[in-house]
């Protein structure tokens, strides 16, 4: 059983920083492209970043140049790294894997970004 767990969200003021770890068990991570997701409330959730087993990236374009994905295969995790962080950054942040044909995702880590 493919299992996500997100950690690190929390209360930031506006210009701060977080960082975003996702923890996966029950696959072999190092074979899984992972994604960061995110949901406002009253909006869709949508993508903010990819990466790739090999560690190829791509990017929001609201994201773009503040926000960085990575990878430790060796700890499972996957990151997320927040800098410049804006009040339209508030939402709570999912990580997701697919495996086969199933989309397997985290409960969520809730980001607050004050003004």
């Known amino acids: 059983q493919v299992q996500l767990v997100e950690s690190g969200g929390g209360l930031v003021q506006a210009g701060g920083s977080l960082r975003l770890s996702c923890l996966a068990s029950?696959?072999?991570?190092?074979?899984?492209?992972m994604d960061w997701y995110r949901q406002a409330p009253g909006k869709q959730r949508e993508l903010v970043a990819h990466?790739?087993?090999?560690?190829?990236?791509n990017y929001a374009d609201s994201v773009k140049g503040r926000f960085t994905i990575s990878r430790d295969n060796a700890k499972n995790t996957v990151y997320l790294q927040m800098n410049s962080l804006k009040p339209e950054d508030t939402a709570v942040y999912y990580c997701?894997?697919?495996?086969?044909?199933?989309?397997?995702w985290g409960q969520g880590t809730q980001v607050t970004v004050s003004s």
């Open positions: 029950g696959t072999i991570f190092r074979f899984n492209a």
């Open positions: 997701k894997t697919v495996v086969g044909p199933y989309n397997y």
């Open positions: 990466i790739t087993s090999g560690g190829n990236t």
